[in-house]
């Protein structure tokens, strides 16, 4: 099961950070994500990292949209993985959700497991 928390109504230029919490069973092996989703628009890949098995470090991966102001992050041990957010922009409003995937895929279908979703909300 993940669970996303941290969304909110900001301003154009603020930051903000969500999380997400794994539970259940180990994430640690997994590609964690973060897709999100306006209305009327398809889920778009935000940005993933890399699970344990991936050698030295972690590999992290982002949408053309948010690089260069996004950065996620992930602490294992805690099963959690974090979403920072800068320069944040109107049209970055939407809902955002976590997932667990086998490995980095940029297409929602390819992971298995998904939050219940956290509404970003950037005022102009």
């Known amino acids: 099961r993940l669970v996303e928390s941290g969304g ?32 009327g628009k398809e889920r778009e890949f935000v940005a993933a990292i890399s699970g344990t098995g991936s050698g030295t470090g972690y590999y992290t991966y982002y949408g053309d949209s948010v690089k260069g102001r996004f950065t996620i992050s992930r602490a294992s041990a805690r099963n959690t993985a974090d979403l920072e957010m800068h320069s944040l922009k109107p049209e970055d409003t939407a809902v955002y959700y976590c997932a667990a995937g086998s490995s980095v895929y940029t297409t929602p279908a390819r992971y298995h497991y998904w939050g219940q979703g956290t509404q970003v909300t950037v005022s102009s």
């Open 8 to 39: 909110g109504l900001v301003q154009a230029g603020d930051s903000l950070r969500l999380s997400c919490a794994a539970s259940g069973r180990s994430f640690s092996w997994y590609t964690m994500a973060w897709f999100r989703q306006a209305p």
